[in-house]
């Protein structure tokens, strides 16, 4: 079973966080934030993540640390669970609809952080969240988790709808990029490495 536990405790956030890349999508996500408690929950249920998230925040400036570092301690413990990569498939693409939205995760466990975030929103909050702070967890996901992402949205209106797409690709995505195959011997690439 590829898991990992991790705590990070700042003057901004202490987090407690763990996560089963071979899991059926238990979740149990306390972020303080409860819009980020309901997408990380889509993006775990959707990816077969089991996913326990406690945070204590400093909410009461912003959500912006919190979901920052959130995306932190997920991509370092998604990077400890990964392991050494071994018989990964490696790369996954995939698309999400949500209703009239729909977006395309394309994900390379490649061990080269980048994230290319292609997302135009109709508003700058759904209900109290900043949906700019999207683009600040995956950004903080990808580098920590030393993984390539893009994220482009195809076309939208409803920016929960956007995000929520967004957010059940990206554990759709994790969760194809993290199969196994027998065919693939050591890493899947030329470099012997990743």
């Keep these: ?19 089963n ?6 979740r ?3 972020t303080g934030v409860p819009f980020l408690d309901h997408m990380m929950d889509l993006m775990a249920k ?3 993540l089991d996913l326990d998230v406690d945070c204590k925040g400093d909410v009461h400036i912003d959500a912006h640390h919190t979901v920052e570092d959130i995306g932190i301690v997920l991509g370092e ?4 669970a990964v392991g050494d990569k071994a018989g990964i498939v490696r790369y996954s693409t995939v698309f999400t609809p949500m209703d009239e939205a729909l977006s395309m995760i394309s994900l390379d466990v490649s061990g080269r952080p980048f994230l290319h975030f292609n997302v135009e929103y109709t508003a700058d909050k759904v209900g109290e969240f900043d949906v700019e702070l999207c683009e600040e967890f995956f950004r903080a996901f990808a580098y920590n988790a030393k993984v390539t992402l ?3 949205l195809n076309y939208g209106k409803n920016n929960h709808h956007i995000i929520e797409s967004l957010f059940k690709g990206l554990g759709r995505a994790i969760n194809q990029a993290c199969e196994k195959k027998d065919s693939i011997k050591g890493v899947l690439s030329t470099k012997g490495v990743l």
Excluded: P, Q, Y
């Design 1 to 19: 079973m590829r898991i990992a536990k991790l705590n990070r405790k700042t003057n901004e956030t202490d987090i407690k966080l763990s996560i």
């Design 21 to 26: 890349l071979d899991g059926e999508g238990v």
């Design 28 to 30: 149990n996500i306390n």
């Design 46 to 48: 959707h990816g077969f």
């Design 77 to 80: 413990a998604f990077n400890e």
């Design 150 to 152: 893009h994220a482009n």
